[in-house]
C-alpha cells in the first residue's frame, strides 16, 4: 500500500506568517501534488511537480510556493498567510498520469 | 481544455435505494483514463474504481460504473445504498501533462 504522509495534521497560524506544510512519500512515484479541498469546490490543484528540483503551478497558485528536493518529499509553503487560507491540504503522489493517486491524512490550516 | 462536471453537490437518499452520481468530462484525449474517489469523513481520499475502456462496466465494493466516450460520461451507480456509502465522491480526469483535474465533489448522504 502506498504511503503518503503530511505534516504538520493541524495548524493554527497567525496573519502574515509562514506556514510550511510537508508531505513524504515512500513509494518511489514521480508525480507530486498539493490540492485544497473546500465545501462547493472540491479538491483544487495547488502546485504539482514532475521530479525532484521541480514545480508546476496548478489552478490556484497565487499566495503559495512549493518545494521538492527530493523525490519523497513535496513542501507546501505559505509565506505571508491570510484568513482565506484556511482550510484543508492534501498532499498526493502518482506514478505516471494515468496512474491511481495515494493521498495523505490531510493537514487543517487555520489562520487567524 | 480538459474538465470534470459534477452537476450534483448533494445526493440525500434512503437507505436501499439505488444510488446514481454524475460525472461528465471534456478532453481532446482519446484515451483518457476517468476515475472516481471516495472520501469518507476522517479518512484520505480513495480510489473507488478507474476505466478507459469505452461501454465496458467496471465495478469495486459494489458500485459499477460504465465510461461512454459518444456521451463524455462516466456516472457511478450502486443498486442499493448502505448507510456506510455516506461520503463525498469525487469523478477525476487525468491529462497527458500530469495534471489531474477532479470535479466538485457530490456529497452523498443515506439515511434510514
Known amino acids: 500500500e502506498a504511503a503518503v504522509t503530511q505534516s504538520p495534521r493541524n495548524k493554527v497560524a497567525v496573519t502574515g506568517g509562514k506556514v510550511t506544510l510537508s508531505c513524504n512519500q515512500t513509494n518511489n512515484h514521480n508525480n507530486m501534488y498539493w490540492y485544497r479541498q473546500d465545501t462547493g469546490h472540491g479538491l483544487r490543484l495547488i502546485h504539482y511537480s514532475y521530479g525532484a528540483g521541480s514545480t508546476e503551478k496548478g489552478d490556484i497558485p497565487d499566495g503559495y510556493k512549493a518545494s521538492r528536493p527530493s523525490q519523497e518529499n513535496f513542501s507546501l509553503i505559505l509565506e505571508l498567510a491570510t484568513p482565506s487560507q484556511t482550510s484543508v491540504y492534501f498532499c498526493?503522489?502518482?506514478?505516471?498520469?494515468?496512474?491511481?493517486?495515494?493521498f495523505g491524512e490531510g493537514s487543517r490550516l487555520i489562520v487567524v | 481544455g480538459d474538465s470534470v462536471t459534477q452537476k450534483e453537490g448533494l445526493v440525500t437518499l434512503t437507505e436501499g435505494l439505488p444510488v446514481m452520481l454524475n460525472c461528465t468530462y471534456q478532453t481532446i484525449y482519446s484515451n483518457a483514463f476517468l476515475f472516481w474517489y471516495v472520501h469518507y469523513l476522517n479518512e484520505s481520499p480513495r480510489l473507488l474504481l478507474k476505466s478507459s475502456t469505452d461501454n465496458k462496466r467496471t465495478e469495486h465494493q459494489g458500485f459499477h460504473a460504465t465510461l461512454h466516450k459518444s456521451s463524455s460520461s462516466f456516472h457511478l451507480q450502486k443498486s442499493s445504498a448502505q448507510l456506510s456509502d455516506s461520503a463525498l465522491y469525487y469523478c477525476?480526469?487525468?491529462?497527458?501533462?500530469?495534471?489531474?483535474?477532479f470535479g466538485d465533489g457530490t456529497q452523498l448522504v443515506v439515511k434510514p
Open positions: 498526493a503522489s502518482g506514478r505516471i498520469s494515468g496512474n491511481t493517486l495515494y
Open positions: 477525476a480526469l487525468p491529462n497527458s501533462n500530469n495534471r489531474i483535474f
